[in-house]
């Protein structure tokens, strides 16, 4: 049983619930029907009913059993609009509600935010910032998390090969130190999920002090502050990818490291190496990428890539009702 059959046993008859808001788009249209037809997740499908319904009849599908709204007929539009400017707390106008309640994906994440839904799957159309963007104003972030961030899980192209968690490859530019450890600890979770032992890595171009600059001593630090916020994980940094990597290369760089050799969580300094590093690892290594997964949320909330495949959504879908069950 591979991976996501794994997930998939998981949430399977549990009737979760996911909302869609880009439902006329024939790519996350057809993975929520191919979703509900394995009776995995109860999609809910936000946006023009008509539209989604021609969508669905150009194609073939039956979604006549499948939940659909259009945010501009929503019978309880008011007292969503109402529950938005009671989270938002002065920080949106009257104005602001009536128009983004009619926006699907703010529509969306408040569906979650009011437990009518368990997640949200979205940006296969939008950018990421228009799906992050409500998640951190609405469901926001969890105690003791300051931020939310990007994980991909790399399936190794082999069977008998390691998954391994890359983060964060999507949000934060240049996290500080406390981020950065917040990221660290977020990922040890994320990796648990999929069954991946988490031993985690805080990557640098300097293992243990072989390099100088305000970079290495920031991700020293993040290694410090992470030690004591989750003593019990198994941590260490900063250190290169390669005495993270292999065992021949730790023996020689961290020795005395019970992370070094055997890292299975890859926690990326910056966003632009992690984004390179991932897709190194998946044009080179033929890894698969699954993600991005954000991480830190009060409730989950997925971004897709706008390059993605129905494959994607149907997958990513079923891991954001998995972090579901787990919330």
Same mark, same amino acid.
């Given at each position: 049983?591979?991976?996501?059959?794994?997930?998939?046993?998981?949430?399977?008859?549990? +009737? =979760?619930?996911?909302?869609?808001?880009?439902? &006329?788009?024939?790519? #996350?249209?057809? %993975?929520?029907?191919?979703? *509900? /037809?394995?009776?995995?997740?109860?999609?809910?499908?936000?946006?023009?009913?008509?539209?989604?319904?021609?969508?669905?009849?150009?194609?073939?599908?039956?979604?006549?059993?499948?939940?659909?709204?259009?945010?501009?007929?929503?019978?309880?539009?008011?007292?969503?609009?109402?529950?938005?400017?009671?989270?938002?707390?002065?920080?949106?106008?009257?104005?602001?509600?009536?128009?983004?309640?009619?926006?699907?994906?703010?529509?969306?994440?408040?569906?979650?935010?009011?437990?009518?839904?368990? +997640? =949200?799957?979205?940006?296969?159309?939008?950018? &990421?910032?228009?799906? #992050?963007?409500? %998640?951190?104003?609405?469901? *926001? /972030?969890?105690?003791?998390?300051?931020?939310?961030?990007?994980?991909?899980?790399?399936?190794?192209?082999?069977?008998?090969?390691?998954?391994?968690?890359?983060?964060?490859?999507?949000?934060?530019?240049?996290?500080?130190?406390?981020?950065?450890?917040?990221?660290?600890?977020?990922?040890?979770?994320?990796?648990?999920?999929?069954?991946?032992?988490?031993?985690?890595?805080?990557?640098?171009?300097?293992?243990?002090?072989?390099?100088?600059?305000?970079?290495?001593?920031?991700?020293?630090?993040?290694?410090?502050?992470?030690?004591?916020?989750?003593?019990?994980?198994?941590?260490?940094?900063?250190?290169?990818?390669?005495?993270?990597?292999?065992?021949?290369?730790?023996?020689?760089?961290?020795?005395?490291?019970?992370?070094?050799?055997?890292?299975?969580?890859?926690?990326?300094?910056?966003?632009?190496?992690?984004?390179?590093?991932?897709?190194?690892?998946?044009?080179?290594?033929?890894?698969?990428?699954?993600?991005?997964?954000?991480?830190?949320?009060?409730?989950?909330?997925?971004?897709?890539?706008?390059?993605?495949?129905?494959?994607?959504?149907?997958?990513?879908?079923?891991?954001?009702?998995?972090?579901?069950?787990?919330?």
């Amino acid at each position: 049983m591979d991976m996501f059959e794994k997930l998939a046993s998981k949430i399977e008859g549990k +009737g =979760l619930r996911i909302v869609f808001p880009e439902a &006329t788009d024939k790519r #996350v249209l057809g %993975a929520a029907v191919r979703l *509900k /037809t394995d009776d995995l997740v109860e999609p809910v499908l936000l946006g023009n009913i008509a539209e989604i319904e021609e969508v669905a009849l150009a194609n073939h599908w039956n979604i006549e059993n499948i939940e659909k709204i259009d945010p501009a007929t929503y019978p309880d539009l008011e007292a969503m609009k109402e529950a938005f400017l009671d989270r938002r707390k002065g920080k949106a106008t009257r104005e602001d509600a009536d128009r983004l309640m009619l926006d699907v994906t703010y529509f969306g994440t408040m569906l979650v935010y009011m437990d009518k839904v368990d +997640g =949200l799957v979205s940006g296969a159309v939008h950018s &990421t910032g228009d799906t #992050v963007r409500p %998640a951190l104003q609405i469901i *926001k /972030t969890k105690p003791g998390v300051s931020l939310t961030s990007g994980a991909f899980i790399m399936v190794p192209p082999t069977r008998d090969g390691q998954k391994l968690l890359f983060s964060d490859c999507a949000i934060n530019i240049k996290p500080e130190a406390q981020a950065l450890a917040e990221i660290a600890i977020e990922s040890a979770k994320t990796a648990k999920m999929f069954d991946i032992d988490p031993h985690v890595a805080l990557l640098s171009f300097s293992t243990k002090g072989s390099g100088k600059s305000e970079d290495v001593t920031r991700v020293a630090e993040a290694t410090k502050i992470a030690k004591e916020l989750a003593p019990d994980l198994s941590l260490d940094g900063e250190i290169q990818f390669d005495a993270a990597y292999s065992p021949v290369v730790a023996k020689q760089k961290a020795p005395e490291s019970e992370v070094a050799g055997k890292a299975t969580v890859y926690v990326f300094p910056d966003l632009q190496s992690g984004n390179i590093g991932y897709k190194i690892a998946q044009r080179l290594g033929s890894y698969e990428a699954v993600g991005p997964i954000l991480q830190g949320l009060n409730k989950p909330v997925s971004d897709l890539s706008r390059g993605c495949v129905e494959e994607d959504v149907y997958k990513v879908a079923i891991i954001t009702a998995n972090q579901a069950l787990t919330d």
